[in-house]
């Protein structure tokens, strides 16, 4: 092998620079939003079972209808890079502040579609009679949150194109802290009880929005963007998300498929299955932070129409996804017996968890390439693409998963047919995108 140029040794450890710059960040601020449920869950636990149970079944309606609009992130990142490495910082920030309109008009049809049907939705997740009052109660309320969690997820895409992910990271931590306060607070010391904790998660979700507000509008001013609402930039901002929708509706069809079969195994199967999937997401979180420097740098480097620069940085982002998931791999090898203790003591759970935990680990690497490859793709603003391979990989993994039962395999099959099966059809159908340049369209605007 020929030893690398000193130049090309400069300009890898540019790239590890700028990698590492925006990724831990990232990481922090990805990590910190989870944990706002995890507060809510912890402070409603000790009212009682009931409204526990109501809580749960509201958080997650909450959760999947903010991240189907996920998209506003990444659509915005692309973007608003594009137009940075363009060295065109007020259209930058005029995309930016199109994303967010986007995403309080988004937010706005959220609250008329919920407020009405909060009933409905706890009865068809199967909240039970005692639970539904306390759901219905927090769901609703919860609901007058969603508009400043979707400018959350379009501001911090703003940011992020922008190269900057240490905001983002600052204000995930403030709103956590003040979401924690807030629900002792309410909950307990104005004795508002799950109503309180709804409304002290509100508050804190719209103080992040005032933050990122705040920030976006002050630079968007400093440098002569428009802050009116912009109908064609708006439309503009949609239709680029809509693939990035259908992509993570078809990653969500996945995860649904795979519990809806893991709960068909038995009752020890599908809590395996939860710790399982509760691993697997913190795992995407880390590899993730990879995925959003990807976005960023990429978007950058096609704006400048600098076709190189996006290839090198490509080739050393998948060289870090490939070490980051041997390490994380290790990791989970390792620690495994002191994981799943944290979880279950039944040892029929553990017997189940620890042959999918060794899949898990063995699959990180590919995992790890995934994630970077997504990523670099999503900086390009290759949103059709990624939305036709998703699409490919849930139809190839649907029928393979929903046959596991039936050919008599238990929950170690069904995680091969997750990490093994779906993420490999993943790999290869990214890899070969990515290998074939289609994806480099430079320029401001992608076509």
């Known amino acids: 092998m020929i030893p690398p140029s000193p130049t090309s040794r400069a300009t890898m450890r540019r790239h590890d620079r700028e990698i590492i710059a925006l990724a831990l960040p990232a990481f922090g601020a990805l990590v910190a939003e989870p944990l706002f449920v995890m507060v809510d869950s912890a402070i409603v636990g000790h009212l009682g079972t009931p409204q526990l149970a109501g809580l749960g079944v509201a958080a997650a309606l909450l959760q999947t209808g903010v991240n189907i609009f996920v998209f506003l992130a990444y659509a915005t990142t692309a973007a608003v890079a594009r137009r940075l490495g363009a060295d065109d910082l007020p259209a930058a920030l005029r995309q930016g502040m199109d994303g967010i309109w986007l995403a309080l008009l988004l937010g706005g049809l959220v609250i008329a579609a919920v407020l009405p049907t909060a009933p409905w939705l706890l009865d068809l997740f199967g909240a039970s009679p005692t639970a539904a009052p306390y759901g219905i ?137 939860q710790i399982a999937l509760t691993l697997w997401s913190l795992l995407a979180f880390a590899l993730d932070a990879i995925a959003i420097a990807g976005q960023a740098i990429i978007g950058r480097y096609l704006g400048a129409s600098d076709k190189e ?113 779906m993420m490999t059809v993943r790999l290869l159908t990214l890899a070969l995108r990515t290998r074939s340049g289609h994806w480099l369209i430079t320029g401001a605007v992608r076509p």
């Not at 194109?161 to 905001?167: E, F, I, R, S």
């Not at 990624?386 to 395999?409: D, K, N, S, Y």
């Open 309 to 421: 620069g996006a290839r090198a940085a490509c080739r050393r982002m998948v060289l870090w996804g490939i070490v980051s998931g041997v390490v994380l791999g290790a990791l989970v090898a390792l620690v495994r017996p002191l994981f799943m203790p944290l979880f279950t003591s039944d040892s029929s759970v553990i017997d189940h968890l620890t042959p999918v935990l060794l899949v898990i680990a063995l699959t990180q690497p590919i995992a790890g390439v995934v994630f970077v490859l997504d990523g670099v793709l999503m900086g390009a603003g290759d949103g059709p693409y990624l939305a036709g391979a998703m699409l490919i990989t849930l139809a190839v993994f649907a029928p393979a998963a929903l046959l596991v039962p039936t050919f008599g395999g238990g929950l170690t099959t069904l995680w091969w047919t997750i990490a093994g099966l």
């Open 137 to 273: 109660t927090y769901l609703r309320i919860s609901a007058l949150g969603i508009p400043a969690m979707l400018i959350v997820l379009a501001a911090t895409g703003v940011l992020r194109g922008l190269q900057d992910t240490k905001t983002p990271l600052y204000v995930a931590v403030g709103g956590f802290t003040a979401n924690g306060a807030l629900n002792v607070l309410l909950v307990y010391g104005a004795g508002l009880g799950i109503a309180g904790s709804a409304w002290g998660t509100v508050i804190a979700q719209w103080a992040m929005a005032a933050v990122y507000l705040t920030v976006v509008v002050r630079g968007a001013r400093k440098h002569g963007a428009s802050l009116r609402p912009d109908l064609a930039g708006i439309r503009a901002s949609g239709k680029a998300g809509i693939p990035l929708l259908i992509r993570t509706l078809s990653l969500r069809a996945v995860l649904m498929i795979a519990t809806a079969v893991a709960a068909r195994l038995g009752d020890a199967d599908i809590a395996a299955h």
